[in-house]
Structures are given as structure tokens and as C-alpha cells.
């Protein structure tokens, strides 16, 4: 029987995605991975699902690669075949098109820190740090940690991090904007929820479509980003969020974002 080290539970339209292998720290073995990409599978695949809130048991959210992998597994052809097979939880968790909340305790290392900043929302605990644990080893940061590090704190201070060695500690995580919130370690599984409920029951689905509009930005002109703001906006207010919106605005009323989009997907095509 394989061992559960991602669990997965629905409260409402948020589901939680939970590392529960605190005994080996999370790390990102190979059935880790299997696991994360089926849950990132099902967040998806239902449409139920309006938001996303991953988190970790234990005092390490995720100590990243299995080291004792790497021993046996560093020819050029494993490592080249290890990361193929990221594209299958890596690129859609990052892609998601719904919002995904980070609750995040304790450290964060090497490849453990690409997962942490995969999400839209970090709430930190205050023993939350990110450790780059990369040069230590002698290898390139990964996980998408050179995608998003430099978008979100700037290449120098990205650089200056990575080539240090350093650790970021819950309060820099906050001064550099990285975490929204930090938050007592007791209060981040309350408070992630909170945020993931909150997005759940905005529009969802729009905000989903304009994260992935945004990451195009860095490398993308100003007539292109333009075109894409017209294209999205066009799908935007063909969805039931957009006229479930305008016409709480012009009734003075809360939107009811989540209901709008529970009767289309129960209405006749």
C-alpha cells in the first residue's frame, strides 16, 4: 500500500492540499511528487474547487530534494527525466487557474522554497523561513525558484540571496513582500483557510484567468500585454462572475461570486 504523504480534503470550495511527511521533513522524493501532481490534478479537474490552500504537517514545511536520490540518481539522463516529470505537478500547480493560498511553517530549503513561492498568497508562520540551500550542494537553484524569486523581490536582491547561501526569515519574507501576512504558527492553518475562503468566494474564476495574464508580463511588450488585457477582459465578461458582480454593484449588494458559478455548471448546455 503506498504511503500517504499528500492528503487532500474539501471544505466547501476550498480544497487543502497537505504534505504529511514530517518524518523525512516533505521532502520531495519521487512519491511526493506522484501524489502532489494528483492532487494538483483534482484541484483542476473539479469544478467545485474555487481555491486552493497547501500546507505541511510538521515543523518543516519542505526541506526540499531527497538527497539520498541525488546520490544514486545524478547521471544526465535521471536528472533529465526527473524534471520532465515536474512539468506533471510543477507548470499546472504555478498555472492553476484558480487562486492557491500558501500556509507555511517552519523552513522552507532549496527546492522547498520553489514550492513555497508556487502560490498567489503566503501566509507565514512566525518560525517560516526560505533557505537557499542550492550552492550549498553545487547545484542551479530549481523548482522554479529563478522564475519567480527575481519577479517577486528583484534580480539583485534574488542574486545577493541565492549566492549568500541565505535565509529569509518570516519578518524579511514580509518586508519583501513575499508573505502577505505572518502570522503566530498556531493561527496559520486558521488564517490560510480564512484567505483561501475569501478568494473562493470572489471571482474566482476571473482572478484564475488574470494570474496567468500577469506572468506573461516580464517578458512581454506593452501592444501584446494590452492585447491580452482585451482578450482576457472579452472572456472575463462572458463569465457569470462578471454579471453576477455588475449587477450587485448596481443593486448596492454583496456579489455572490461562488453561487453565480454554482448555476452555470449546474445549468443545461
Not at 97 to 113: L, Q, S, T, Y
Not at 117 to 127: C, F, H, K, R
Request: glycine share 10%; aromatic share 6%; with cysteine.
Amino acid at each position: 500500500m503506498q504511503n500517504q504523504l499528500v492528503t487532500t480534503s474539501q471544505q466547501g470550495a476550498v480544497l487543502t492540499v497537505r504534505l504529511t511527511s514530517p518524518a523525512n521533513r516533505n521532502s520531495l522524493t519521487t512519491e511526493l511528487r506522484a501524489q502532489l501532481a494528483e492532487a494538483v490534478e483534482l484541484a483542476e479537474r473539479e469544478r467545485s474547487v474555487r481555491a486552493v490552500f497547501l500546507t505541511a504537517d510538521g515543523p518543516t514545511f519542505c526541506s526540499g530534494g531527497d538527497l539520498k536520490l541525488l546520490k544514486t540518481a545524478c547521471d544526465p539522463w535521471p536528472v533529465h527525466r526527473r524534471f520532465r516529470n515536474a512539468s506533471r505537478w510543477l507548470v499546472p500547480l504555478i498555472t492553476l487557474d484558480k487562486p492557491v493560498v500558501i500556509g507555511m511553517r517552519g523552513a522552507a530549503v532549496g527546492g522547498g522554497m520553489g514550492l513555497a513561492l508556487t502560490g498567489d498568497v503566503l501566509i507565514a508562520g512566525e518560525s517560516a523561513k526560505l533557505m537557499s540551500g542550492f550552492f550549498r550542494l553545487g547545484v542551479v537553484p530549481d523548482v522554479g525558484v529563478m522564475y519567480h524569486l527575481p519577479r517577486l523581490i528583484g534580480m539583485a536582491r534574488a542574486k545577493n540571496f541565492l549566492f549568500s547561501g541565505g535565509t529569509l526569515s518570516a519578518k524579511e519574507m514580509l518586508e519583501y513582500g513575499i508573505a502577505a501576512r505572518v502570522v503566530p504558527d498556531a493561527e496559520v492553518e486558521a488564517a490560510g483557510m480564512a484567505e483561501a475562503e475569501r478568494l473562493a468566494n470572489g471571482p474566482a474564476e476571473v482572478m484564475g484567468l488574470a494570474k496567468n495574464l500577469m506572468a506573461r508580463s516580464f517578458e512581454t511588450s506593452l501592444n501584446d500585454m494590452l492585447a491580452f488585457e482585451g482578450l482576457g477582459q472579452a472572456l472575463a465578461m462572458s463569465n457569470p462572475e462578471f454579471r453576477e458582480g455588475l449587477d450587485a454593484a448596481l443593486e448596492s449588494r454583496k456579489a455572490d461570486f461562488a453561487g453565480a458559478a454554482g448555476q452555470s455548471q449546474t445549468s443545461p448546455k
